[in-house]
């Protein structure tokens, strides 16, 4: 299993990427609940966009952030600068031991402890 980031989400979600909701469906990542979020969240969002994106959620597992996930993601920022999105579904991924799949892989390519997979 691996970790799909809003990115991801996104494209699947678009009627130009239809390879990457294949893939999504093929591969049934997991999803941070921040994912959600971010993408659900987006002002612009149609209701027809939406309800693809939910229809997309509905075949995921969604991982809430932790105790431990939360410890990470201020740990990353510590580091380096980085949207708080990004440290916490970076975090989850770590501490739920998963790939994460991305395909903004220069964001997150820093971080050691990250395993990155691009699906695009």
């Avoid at 975090?91 to 990250?114: G, Q, S």
Wanted: aromatic residues 10%; proline residues 3%.
């Amino acid at each position: 299993m691996m970790l799909a980031d809003s990115n991801i989400i996104i494209y699947a979600g678009s009627e130009n990427y239809n390879h990457v909701l294949t893939w999504l469906l093929n591969e049934l990542p997991a999803v941070s609940a921040i994912t959600m979020v971010e993408t659900l969240g987006y002002y612009k969002l149609n209701e027809s966009e939406k309800a693809n994106l939910i229809n997309i959620f509905r075949s995921l597992k969604v991982i809430y952030p932790t105790t431990e996930v939360f410890s990470e993601a201020i740990n990353l920022r510590q580091q380096r600068k980085m949207s708080l999105g990004d440290a916490l579904i970076a975090a989850t991924a770590i501490k739920f031991d998963l790939p994460l799949a991305t395909h903004n892989t220069e964001d997150f390519r820093w971080i050691k402890k990250l395993i990155l997979f691009d699906p695009l």
